[in-house]
Nanobody
Framework: QVQLVESGGGLVQPGGSLRLSCAAS????????MGWYRQAPGKERELVAS???????NYADSVKGRFTISRDNARNTVYLQMSSLKPDDTAVYYC???????WGQGTQVTVSS
């Protein structure tokens, strides 16, 4: 079955950087769109960034120029490099394929001084 394991979150000061990783298994990773999503307390889950099988990327307006999504098909892993982090970026971050598989546990990102 589809398994997605996110890692790399933590506590960071405003302006700092983090790199998230998502290890995927149970499906042919290389042929699927992959996305990073986040859910802040009291808010709906939202799409942050996506990447096609060919490497084309799209970003939410709120993270353009600060976040970079990438993928390594040999490692079945998708990454999210986050820089210039803001308190509004605080959320649990998840990855998933399109169409969705089962959600993983996510990784908490907290931006605070």
């Amino acid at each position: 079955q589809v398994q997605l394991v996110e890692s790399g979150g933590g506590l960071v000061q405003p302006g700092g950087s983090l790199r998230l990783s998502c290890a995927a298994s149970g499906f042919t990773f290389s042929i699927y769109y992959m996305g990073w999503y986040r859910q802040a307390p009291g808010k709906e889950r939202e799409l942050v960034a996506s990447i096609s099988s060919g490497g084309s990327t799209n970003y939410a307006d709120s993270v353009k120029g600060r976040f970079t999504i990438s993928r390594d098909n040999a490692r079945n892993t998708v990454y999210l490099q986050m820089s210039s982090l803001k308190p509004d970026d605080t959320a649990v971050y998840y990855c998933n394929k399109t169409p969705f598989g089962d959600w993983g546990q996510g990784t908490q990102v907290t931006v605070s001084s």
